[in-house]
């Protein structure tokens, strides 16, 4: 496997970068939403919050306010989706220009030239990003959708029985749900970003992986948002992620 990617112009610098690339991903998403730190992120910290914003809602006659919410989820999970698609055709084009955008990096400063095939599996591996991100945007879409038909089914507040706290209780679980896959599609546009610090060269590969690592850890565990909300938060409800 290495002496292949070697013979496609990958240096050991690159491969190296790359699994930094790799490695950063896997231990943010295990930080995330793993048990040892993720019940402290922002993003647990929200899980509390729907399932707050849904036992709101049970009391509610006109839960027309509700249904807004909802569309505007709806609507993230949508524009992020057919970002995606477009992003999944930009990088693909970009394999037509690839000797054309290679010979160019390489006069900028500290540009990095790279063999034809080695430019052609980083926009692959671009593209692959692209891809996931989509998977998750619209799986988020369909989740959401979801949520909306239980929101629907809940019953009105003259109705509330235990059935129609577990009814609120679903609810809830679904938007925690599709929130999470949304948040992994943010977090691949987010590594995203980091990867094309590839096309400049390895360590500028390696400099925007651990920059971005740090951006958004730190906005999951030490930002200005997570300061807001953490007030008088009760967070024995919140899901395990």
């Known amino acids: 496997m290495i002496q292949a990617l070697q013979q496609a112009g990958l240096s050991t610098a690159d491969m190296i970068a790359a699994g930094i690339f790799m490695a950063s991903w896997v231990i943010y998403h295990y930080l995330i939403e793993g048990q040892t730190l993720g019940p402290r ?25 509700d249904v807004q919410v909802m569309a505007a989820l709806h609507q993230g999970s949508a524009f992020f989706a057919s970002t995606s698609l477009i992003a999944v055709g930009g990088s693909l084009s970009l394999l037509r220009a690839g000797s ?14 790279a063999s034809p095939a080695a430019w052609e599996l980083k926009i692959v591996g671009l593209s692959i990003i692209f891809i996931y991100a989509f998977f998750k ?3 988020a879409y369909r989740l959401f959708n979801y949520a909306a038909i239980l929101l629907g089914a809940t019953p009105t507040p003259e109705h509330v029985n235990e ?3 577990r009814q609120a209780r679903r609810t809830a679980d679904m938007t925690v749900v ?43 565990f030490g930002s200005d948002a997570l300061s807001s909300i953490l007030e008088g938060l009760d967070t024995s409800d919140t899901p395990k992620p």
């Open 163 to 165: 059935e129609a706290i």
């Open 41 to 65: 992120s922002l993003n647990a910290r929200m899980n509390a919050y729907r399932h707050r914003w849904m036992s709101e809602m049970l009391r509610r006659d006109n839960r027309m306010i």
């Open 137 to 139: 945007f619209a799986w």
């Open 178 to 220: 599709a929130g999470r896959h949304f948040n992994r599609g943010q977090r691949a546009f987010f590594f995203a970003l980091a990867y094309l610090g590839w096309m400049l060269g390895p360590y500028f590969f390696m400099l925007a992986t651990i920059a971005a690592l740090i951006v958004i850890a730190r906005r999951q």
């Open 100 to 113: 054309d955008l290679s010979a160019l990096l390489a006069l900028l400063p500290f540009g990095a030239s």
